[in-house]
């Protein structure tokens, strides 16, 4: 994929777009102070059940960045607690 | 003196389709140009990268600043035609990007709205909204896909418009998110008026796919969730977004001449296709025959009551509405912003200001769903079935299309003069004071342009300068309230709401959103609702 990068930190979960058209708790990355917004090739952006099962895991990733703060996965790898 | 102006950036279409696409184009170009006339519309092209009128030349296709300075110079120099359409998408003819007064990530992550508001404005290059609050012009893009190289599909898009002669029908397909059934059941009321009352589908319980019969109707009307650079729309319930609608969906059953209207975030985005995001939503309905698409192309604010109506509800429905009655679609949306303006009540907030910026038609702004033509001055040679259509609908004389138009124009620039609007105050985004406790706190001054009465001065940083009876001391603020802060806001919105007469109803919030308050001092003169819809 184009503009293909790796991203690493640990997932959370995070409301988004508050008090707009497109509010909804988003599953994020978040590494020290930067946070991007995860979402999967063909999956529902505002609910992913597989993006859901990351949620406390410290990950890296790897995949394009569709705007400033969202990653469009390519793929992904969970780290052990010590990486 | 020309009708309508359509400009467009030659080289630029040369680069994306080649010497041979580019005569394809202008044959087609040609035809609409033709069939224009026989609408009683005298049409010029000009290219940006090349035009007449002693017009500067626009050098580098994405230089916003370049094309606004010539797309103005253009319209002026052609008497400001009653149309203006921008042919080609975002790589052709840029969006002008303007600064989100409500960007604040995660809460908006829109740094900036790619808008053409700037192009229905006759107020020079900014990156202001607020430069922009009062259009006059008559404007809608005709958009080919972002990196696309097939020009049969740009073609087709132009051969669309040129061989409109009206659309079949007034029936709808209603598609909303469950948790905005409120706003949603107003807002059909309102866009539809005394037309046969009109079912909802609401996301869930209903999903797709639809019917043939239920995508054939002429008129949809889409107040879904949508996401960026994603070819399907959403419903909700809670903490569930199942599918609305994807663009695959509706391939094959879209009725000739159909318009949409959707209210969602990024419902009008323009972007570059690829395997994993698909062709748009709005670029799949124009490709399928739909005549115009009225969306947003970022994240979109409304409410999700009907006494909350707000920001996209009103402007989606003033526009259905002008459709309705018989305009076309660019005078639509012209109609639609100025209504909503003059919605907003005595301030244009930020969540009104991004609206205005975003909202956009995507399709001929000539084209009338509903109404016929001007008087033609005399048939030229397209078709016997295409001018006898033509001729099936009564004319309006021009004395009368004139006086409108100068009606709207004239509403426009009194806009500009006059409409109050706020401005973010930098390095006040993290405070928490004000009213309404809760998270983030964005906080704006209220800008009052100087009375109307006074020399014309469109630009806001002159409409500031001149505001001598600013009151420094009231204010704008935008809270982004988490779950924890609901009750509480919810609390003290109350009796923010019994202090002072406020927008909407804000004697209930069911769940967490963000709030606009407007203040002088400790005193709450408004505050308002806006919801994730």
């Given at each position: 994929m184009a503009g293909s990068k790796r991203f690493t930190g640990n997932v959370v979960k995070k409301r988004w777009g508050k008090g707009s058209k497109s509010d909804h708790m988003a599953v994020v990355l978040e590494s020290g102070e930067s946070f991007h917004r995860l979402r999967r090739?063909?999956?529902?952006?505002?609910?992913?059940e597989e993006l859901e099962k990351l949620v406390g895991k410290k990950i890296e990733v790897k995949g394009s960045l569709m705007?400033?703060?969202t990653i469009l996965l390519t793929s992904w790898q969970e780290l052990d607690k010590s990486g | 003196m020309i009708q309508k102006l359509i400009v467009t950036n030659v080289a630029a279409l040369k680069k994306k389709y080649g010497a041979a696409g580019l005569k394809l184009i202008q044959k087609a170009l040609a035809r609409l140009v033709a069939a224009d006339a026989l609408r009683g519309l005298t049409t010029r092209i000009e290219a940006v990268d090349n035009p007449t009128r002693s017009a500067p030349k626009v050098t580098i296709i994405g230089n916003q600043r370049q094309v606004k300075a010539t797309i103005d110079k253009l319209f002026t120099a052609h008497g400001s035609p009653d149309y203006l359409l921008i042919l080609g998408g975002p790589d052709v003819i840029p969006h002008q990007l303007l600064e989100n007064p409500l960007f604040s990530p995660p809460d908006d992550i829109d740094r900036n709205v790619p808008s053409d508001l700037p192009y229905a404005c006759?107020?020079?290059?900014?990156?202001?909204i607020p430069d922009f609050i009062g259009p006059t012009r008559v404007v809608g893009r005709l958009p080919d896909v972002v990196?696309?190289?097939?020009v049969a599909d740009l073609v087709a898009l132009i051969d669309g418009a040129t061989t409109f002669?009206?659309?079949?029908?007034k029936t709808s397909l209603v598609l909303s998110a469950d948790e905005w059934a409120g706003a949603s059941r107003a807002n059909v009321r309102l866009a539809f008026g005394a037309l046969p009352r009109r079912a909802i589908e609401m996301v869930p319980p209903k999903s797709p796919p639809w019917s043939s019969a239920q995508l054939a109707h002429p008129l949809h009307f889409i107040n879904c969730h949508g996401d960026v650079k994603t070819p399907m729309f959403f419903g909700s319930s809670t903490a569930n977004y199942p599918t609305a609608l994807e663009a695959s969906g509706v391939v094959g059953k879209v009725t000739r001449g159909s318009v949409i209207t959707a209210e969602c975030c990024y419902g009008a985005q323009l972007y570059k296709p690829t395997k994993a995001k698909p062709l748009s939503i709005p670029e799949t309905y124009l490709s399928q025959g739909a005549a115009g698409f009225c969306g947003s192309s970022n994240i979109a604010y409304g409410s999700d009551s009907a006494s909350g109506r707000c920001a996209a509800d009103i402007l989606c429905v003033e526009f259905v509405k002008a459709v309705l009655a018989k305009a076309s679609l660019g005078r639509a949306l012209l109609e639609a912003r100025i209504k909503f303006i003059k919605s907003t009540g005595s301030v244009a907030d930020p969540a009104d200001e991004k609206t205005l910026g975003q909202f956009m038609l995507l399709g001929d702004p000539s084209t009338r769903p509903f109404g016929a033509g001007l008087e033609a001055p005399e048939p030229r040679s397209v078709t016997r079935g295409f001018a006898k259509a033509l001729a099936a609908v009564a004319p309006m004389a021009p004395a009368d299309h004139r006086a409108g138009r100068k009606a709207l124009e004239q509403a426009g620039d009194e806009i500009a003069r006059t409409k109050p609007f706020a401005e973010r105050v930098k390095g006040?985004?993290?405070?928490?004071?004000?009213p309404i406790p809760g998270g983030k706190t964005l906080i704006f001054r209220v800008v009052r342009p100087a009375a109307a009465a006074q020399p014309k001065a469109k630009t806001r940083g002159a409409r500031a300068a001149r505001s001598s009876a600013d009151q420094p001391t009231e204010q704008i603020q935008v809270t982004f309230i988490t779950s924890a802060d609901a009750p509480r806001a919810r609390s003290a919105l109350r009796g923010g709401a019994k202090a002072a007469a406020p927008r909407g109803n804000q004697r209930r919030i069911p769940y967490t959103k963000a709030v606009i308050t407007r203040t002088r001092g400790a005193e709450v003169l408004s505050s308002r609702r806006i919801v994730s819809k």
């Open positions: 090739v063909g999956g529902n952006p505002f609910f992913d705007d400033p703060y | 006759s107020a020079p290059f900014s990156t202001k990196g696309s190289r097939k002669s009206g659309t079949p029908g006040a985004a993290k405070s928490t004071r004000g």
